[in-house]
């Protein structure tokens, strides 16, 4: 019984490509997350939903569309695929959107642009 | 910004033996959470531990226990009897009570020598 699942776990496009990565938990959590993790492994939040509400946009581009079509879901599109979009996607969901909560997280998307 | 920081980016152990990894933040807040994940080469993001900051007690889970120091805003994690498992890399974070995103370290990739 997988927690927080992601699809795909690999994706390697062309540049200028778009591409979607799925996300879904069924722990019935309020709040889902995403992470990019650079080629130095450093993780940053991307964004982050609470009850399918946006409650966090860092600095991402707006090539960067996340949408949530119900709490157990929260997908990542990006358009127009650049090289430096090349890293490993993690969506992650807590029980609530406050910093109380553990954070679980899926076993990551290694997106490769070409 | 506030910040987390590993200082060791490479960590090795024998086997059986213990190791300390260190973790220092920032915050301006009275109330946290901080948190240790493991990422071992599969890439999944596995919590270790977890250390509410109101609580004075340092939080144990079997082998791992930290050394939660905060008037230092340390937070160290120890592993005793080091197993071949535990090679990966350690990410130290720090979540505010009022906030919802986690702040990540840069990691300790941490070795275990048979």
């Known amino acids: 019984d997988t927690a927080v699942s992601q699809t795909p776990k690999y994706l390697v496009t062309q540049m200028g490509n778009d591409k979607s990565i799925k996300c879904e938990q069924n722990?019935?959590?309020?709040?889902m997350y995403w992470y990019k993790q650079d080629s130095k492994k450093f993780l940053k939040i991307m964004f982050s939903y609470n009850n399918k509400e946006l409650i966090i946009n860092e600095t991402v581009p707006n090539r960067f569309s996340p949408k949530s079509p119900d709490k157990a879901h929260l997908n990542l599109h990006i358009n127009s695929l650049e090289l430096g979009d090349s890293a490993v996607y993690f969506c992650?969901?807590?029980?609530?959107?406050?910093?109380?909560?553990?954070?679980?997280f899926g076993p990551g998307t290694r997106l490769t642009v070409l | 910004a506030q910040t987390v920081t590993q200082s060791q980016p490479e960590m090795s152990v024998q086997e059986a033996e213990t190791v300390t990894l260190s973790c220092t933040y920032d915050t301006s807040e009275s109330d946290y959470y901080l948190f240790w994940y493991k990422q071992p080469p599969s890439r999944q993001m596995i919590l270790v531990i977890r250390q509410e900051a109101y609580k004075q007690q340092n939080a144990t889970e079997n082998r791992f226990s930290v050394n939660f120091q905060k008037a230092a805003k340390s937070f160290s994690l120890k592993i005793s009897d080091s197993q071949l498992g535990d090679a990966a890399m350690y990410f130290c974070?720090?979540?505010?009570?009022?906030?919802?995103?986690?702040?990540f370290g840069k990691g300790t990739k941490l070795s275990v020598i048979p």
């Open positions: 974070a720090r979540s505010g009570a009022g906030s919802y995103q986690l702040t």
């Open positions: 992650a969901s807590s029980q609530e959107w406050q910093g109380t909560d553990t954070q679980y």
């Open positions: 722990l019935g959590h309020d709040t």
